[in-house]
């Protein structure tokens, strides 16, 4: 029986904290949690001293304006880690946070094993913590598979688990396709009302070029319904069921993030958008890319498959235009798509069937044994 503490700090965390969770708790059934995390952590048994509401903080000027809950949630975490004393802390993305909790157990705790289980994106951007990860954890649990050589390249090791979203759309999507009566378009215009507001006019007018196709909007949660419905127009659709509408759709149009490699193994043809506030800075500078960015890719498709598999318009080149010939190809060019979708099953292979939490548990599990 041993206890764990983890630390998830916004709502993706905390669907992976409540994972990986039930997952120790079969693998260890006296398992004992506590940590920092939100609702469904808690609902897997997960004892906590501090929701992600109060610790969900986006961007730098979201960070400053609650600067005192902020550190407020630093000194709830450590007094948490004293009492505690866990035989394993376990971190879950959340870098700025968790890094810092990270360095403290283990001035403190120094009998306690450190587990980053979902790590930050360091391939992306600050590779500089690689080597803060890599000192202060027992074990890196990565959800990529091209994790393991890129920890390596630096002289460290990286397990690479299984992917949950590769599990999550194989749980849920039937194997036949859905037939559309009205053949459509599905438009995933992002997570936050800034990025949705920015990307979703230009998605449409792009999708409104081809009048034999729908556009279907997808909502995100947490989103009100009426914040999308002054962009949609008489005939468009607004949907919750963004895989039902993915599958269905004949191509899509999807803002860089997760949902590029959800809409890759649902096997629909996409192209990526993306967003930047400096645009223009971008647009004029080209060099300026590498200089802020670690990889030639943005979007998950193309990072694991380490070619371009879909095309990406980002900042400058986010044009309606460019939108709108990149989904005359995916609708009407049969090789094209054809090639597309060869290198989405590639991708399907490179991630692999294992189950994330649970192999992410038992190496936890059975590294802790060897210790008591």
Known sequence: MARYFVIAGEASGDLHGAALISALRAADPGAQCAGLGGDRMAAAGCRLYQHIRRMAFMGFAAV???????????????????????????????PSFNLRMARFCRAHLPQTKIFYYIPPKVWAWKRRRIHAIAKLCDEVLGIFPFEPSFYAQYGYRCTYVGNPTAEEITRITPNTPITPIIPSIAILPGSRPSEISHCLPRMLAAARRFPDYRPVVCGAPGIEDDFYRPYLRAGEQFSRDTYAVVQSASAAVVNSGTATLETALIGCPQVAVYHLALSWLIGLIRWAQPLVFSIPYFTLVNIIAGKEVIKEYVANDFKTEKVAAELDRLLYDEAYKKDMLASYGHIRSLLGTRPAAETAASIIVSRLSQNL
Do not use: H, K, M, S
């Open 64 to 94: 400053l304006a609650n600067l005192g809950q902020v550190r407020r949630n630093f000194r709830i975490a450590e007094q948490a880690l004293l009492d505690e004393a866990p035989d394993a802390l376990i971190l879950i993305d959340y």
